[in-house]
Each structure stands twice: as C-alpha cells, then as structure tokens.
C-alpha cells in the first residue's frame, strides 16, 4: 500500500485547509485509512480515523466540532477538512491505513504517508 499525501499549507488562524491522501496498490481498498499529527516537541497523536465503507469516523475530542474526515472509495482517497484552525494544530499531518479500525485510531499503523506540514499563524 502507498499513501500520497497533500494539501499542507500555512493558514491564518480561523482559516482552513484541506488535506488530501490517495491509495493505491492493490489491497489498499481493505484497509481503513486515518491522519495523525506531530507538533514541534510533541509525540505523534491520532487525528482521525475513517472505516472504509465510511460508517464509522472517529476524531481526536479536540477537533471533533472543527475537522471533518471522508473517504471516496472510487478515488481511493481520503480527506481531512480542517476548519476553524487554531495555531495548536500546527503539526506534520500524516496520512496512515490499517487493516484494523480499531488499530488506527488507537494510534497504530501499518502503512504511513509522507508528512504534509499545517502551519496556522498570523
């Protein structure tokens, strides 16, 4: 599985961004995908996390009201749209697959993306 991720950027705060994180290979439809981040000095944290079919998300409860995850299944991409972005999510975000759910949004990972860099300042 690869992941290819996109859509970093520096944005003011209250601004938003969206990332993007295509798949491919060929088992990498079976695997749920997610985005994780590391700040500065900071260990790496999950952000969200997507099931395959789409039915189940989970978001981290510090940007549960802010950040939206979706996966389009026939682009074989998933998508974390950050709004209301506060200078605390500036971070590397990455994009991530499991084959388990539960693995991912418990902070696991078999296959990992390269980092896309979020900077909100003013």
């Known amino acids: 599985v690869q992941l290819q991720a996109s859509g970093g950027g520096l944005v003011q705060p209250g601004g938003s961004l969206t990332l993007s994180c295509a798949a491919s290979g060929r088992s990498s439809r079976n695997y749920a995908m997610g985005w994780f981040r590391q700040a500065p000095g900071k260990e790496r944290e999950v952000v969200a996390a997507?099931?395959?079919?789409?039915?189940?998300?989970y978001l981290r409860d510090s940007v549960k009201d802010r950040f939206t995850i979706s996966i389009d299944n026939a682009q074989n991409t998933a998508s974390l749209q950050m709004n209301s972005l506060k200078p605390e999510d500036t971070a590397v975000y990455y994009c991530?697959?499991?084959?388990?759910?539960?693995?991912?949004?418990?902070?696991?990972?078999?296959?990992w993306g390269q980092g896309t860099l979020v900077t909100v300042s003013s």
């Open positions: 997507i099931y395959r079919s789409g039915g189940v998300v």
């Open positions: 991530a697959a499991d084959v388990s759910f539960s693995d991912l949004w418990k902070g696991a990972a078999e296959y």
